[in-house]
């Protein structure tokens, strides 16, 4: 279940996020529920996949914003790295930073449910 | 571009919010929503339409630099080249430090990081920018009218709710003043001259109010505006500015409405506003150049406009009557009715019976009395039908007809479609012309009766003596009865019992061979005098008050008896 006892395990910085939404929980648990969703992570794994870095620095810039924003930190760092590297449209193994954000998306997802 | 504080005081400013990130937009509508009127884009493009489209009313832009269509700083540059819209002050929402020198290079009054600071340390950079961005506007904007040197309308505003301020217990007057036909002057003896008088007159009204107790404006062309502290009397001004332009070639008279001792609850605009309302009202007058506003007055302002605003329904749901007063002929020894008036009665679902004195008027100023007239003489010649259908017998129903009906060149098909459609003739249809439609454009309301009459139409010319008709053009005119004004009967009777006015009427309508109807008919005695004068019929409460058409049966009855 989707709680604040249960984001800080994961290692959010719910204090930081749910100023941002004034403290309004109900709120704050509203945007969590939509940024799971963000059709911006699969457009960041297809864009790395052709090596498209143009591409592939939006969607992780956009993700990083919103990320940031609700303090959702355990996803926030890997992509904020990401996107700096992308930024710099550095050609390497992009392999295990989609595999960190992935796994970190599906522990968050599974609160959701 | 106008924006002041003045503006918001009522309401909350305008921001617009645009990020292509849907929750980046909520957060930040979340935290703004309480103290502003938030606006959302989710590109670039979007942005740059609703910031034309609000160009006025926005108050402040948060730009997200990285969106699709239009990326933030192209659309900031794009702002800041725009006359129009680069005062709008723009806060560039970014992560990356170097896109903050960027954007303020550009033109961005701030930024804001993200992820994004404490939603107090947003608001208070949002309203430090927009407090900055609205004093350089205040500084900008002129303060003076050019010609005069008297206030412009924006700081005369602004300075009259200051003075409110810090004079919270004077009491005030709101003074609208203008020139008697002022653009007259300007026709007659050119602009020059005009602009000179109008400096005069500014330099009147300085001597006049001192600054310590009034504000003073030009508004526009010949109108002046002051908020002053409560006088009684203001005879001293129009005298004095008369002085002052005795040396112009032509005499000038100011015209000033006052609102006397403002409710400070009213905005200063709304004060003015009756102040202006009060002016107006003596516009074509020529002995009195001060009217000060009162309470029934805005009144009548309001029930005015509610009349006009409710004409459209009340057309449609029929609450529009058709009342019928009977005219008798009274040449034999007893009265015998001859034909009817049809007059309109407004039955109002919550006002009740409106008089048409009311309404009328009002219909004639705004060009909805042509709709009210033709709907009148349907009715009128429905009910014609409808007598001879179920009654067999009918007599001629008069109708009104207004002046600027005269000049539509459909009035004769308008008529011919009536009475063919409703199964009636020209002959049950008589036409009251008012005589002061034929004093103006003659000519043309001349030609247009004489085709109604050739077409078979009985011509009744209503409220004569009225009109002031030149006595040698009424031989030609082409009616078919005289209707005396109702001022003759009661100027006749109620004073010095005085009819000779009446027989020289009835003497013109017997030279033109056509016979006279006095309506406002009451008494016993009006009604012995006028047939005495030779009046052939008579029309009033005396005989009956106009009624319903039901009602109107029983004259019908009567008279088939």
Redesign the interface.
């Known amino acids: 279940m989707l709680t604040i006892d249960a984001l800080k395990q994961l290692g959010c910085n719910t204090d ?1 996020g749910l ?4 403290g ?1 929980e109900a ?1 704050y648990f509203k ?1 969590i529920g ?2 799971v969703d963000d059709k911006n992570f699969q457009a960041l794994e297809d864009a790395v996949a052709a090596k498209n870095f143009d591409a592939a620095f ?1 969607a992780a ?2 993700l ?3 990320l ?4 959702l930190t355990p996803i926030y760092e890997p992509v904020y790295e990401l996107t700096e590297l992308l930024r710099e449209k550095k050609d390497i193994d992009y392999s295990e930073y989609l595999k960190t954000i992935s796994e970190k998306r599906s522990e968050l997802a599974g609160l959701l449910v | 571009m106008k924006r002041s504080t003045d503006l918001y005081v009522d309401g909350k400013r305008n921001i617009l919010v645009a990020d292509d990130e849907m929750i980046n937009r909520e957060l930040l509508n979340n935290i703004l929503c309480d103290e502003y009127d938030v606006l959302m884009a989710e590109d670039g493009e979007m942005a740059y339409d609703v910031i034309k489209k609000n160009r006025n009313t926005l108050s402040l832009i948060l730009l997200d630099l990285m969106m699709p269509k239009l990326n933030g700083l192209d659309l900031l540059s794009r702002l800041k080249e725009d006359p129009d819209l680069k005062g709008i002050p723009v806060i560039v929402l970014t992560s990356d430090q170097a896109s903050e020198v960027e954007s303020l290079v550009r033109g961005a009054a701030d930024f804001i990081p993200k992820p994004y600071p404490q939603p107090d340390v947003i608001r208070a950079r949002i309203s430090r920018s927009i407090e900055l961005a609205e004093d350089r506007q205040i500084i900008s904007a002129t303060e003076r009218d050019e010609l005069t040197g008297l206030y412009s309308y924006d700081y005369f505003s602004r300075y009259a709710e200051q003075f409110d301020k810090y004079h919270p217990n004077s009491d005030m007057d709101a003074l609208c003043l203008d020139v008697n036909h002022f653009h007259i002057v300007n026709e007659r003896f050119g602009m020059a001259k005009g602009d000179e008088i109008l400096r005069k007159i500014a330099g009147c009204l300085l001597t006049v109010f001192s600054s310590s107790d009034s504000v003073i404006c030009r508004k526009n062309a010949d109108t002046f505006l002051v908020y002053c502290t409560h006088r009684d009397d203001y005879t001293l001004i129009t005298d004095k500015v008369s002085e002052v332009c005795c040396d112009m070639p032509t005499s000038v008279k100011l015209r000033i409405g006052v609102y006397s001792s403002c409710d400070k609850k009213l905005d200063v605009r709304a004060r003015f506003d009756r102040a202006k309302i009060t002016a107006d009202l003596i516009r074509n007058n020529y002995s009195v150049f001060i009217s000060t506003f009162d309470e029934t007055l805005m009144e009548n302002e309001l029930f005015a406009d509610q009349l006009v605003d409710e004409f459209p329904k009340a057309l449609a749901e029929k609450q529009f009557k058709v009342f019928f007063q009977p005219k008798f002929n009274i040449e034999g020894d007893k009265p015998v009715l001859s034909s009817a008036e049809a007059l309109v009665r407004w039955f109002h679902p919550t006002l009740g019976m409106i008089s048409p004195g009311k309404f009328i008027p009002l219909f004639e100023e705004d060009g909805l009395i042509s709709q009210l007239d033709e709907y009148i003489w349907r009715c009128a010649a429905e009910t014609i039908a409808d007598w001879k259908m179920r009654l067999g017998i009918s007599v001629p129903v008069s109708v009104n007809l207004s002046r600027a009906e005269m000049y539509d060149p459909a009035l004769v098909d308008t008529f011919e479609k009536i009475t063919s459609e409703t199964g009636t003739t020209a002959k049950d249809i008589y036409l009251e012309i008012t005589e002061s439609a034929y004093v103006r454009d003659g000519d043309q309301i001349v030609d247009r009766v004489k085709e109604l009459r050739d077409h078979g139409f009985f011509i009744e010319m209503d409220d004569f003596g009225s009109g002031y008709s030149s006595l040698n053009m009424i031989s030609e005119l082409p009616i078919d009865a005289l209707k005396l004004d109702m001022m003759f009967i009661r100027n006749a009777f109620d004073k010095q019992n005085d009819t000779r006015m009446i027989s020289i009427v009835i003497d013109i309508a017997d030279y033109l061979g056509v016979p006279v109807i006095a309506e406002g008919v009451e008494t016993e005695e009006q009604y012995l005098a006028l047939k005495k004068l030779g009046c052939t019929i008579i029309q009033g409460y005396y005989f009956s008050k106009p009624v319903p058409a039901e009602e109107f049966e029983k004259f019908l009855l009567e008279k088939d008896a």
């Open positions: 930081e100023s941002r939404c004034m309004n709120f945007l939509r940024v939006e810039h956009s990083k914003g919103v940031g924003n609700l303090a």
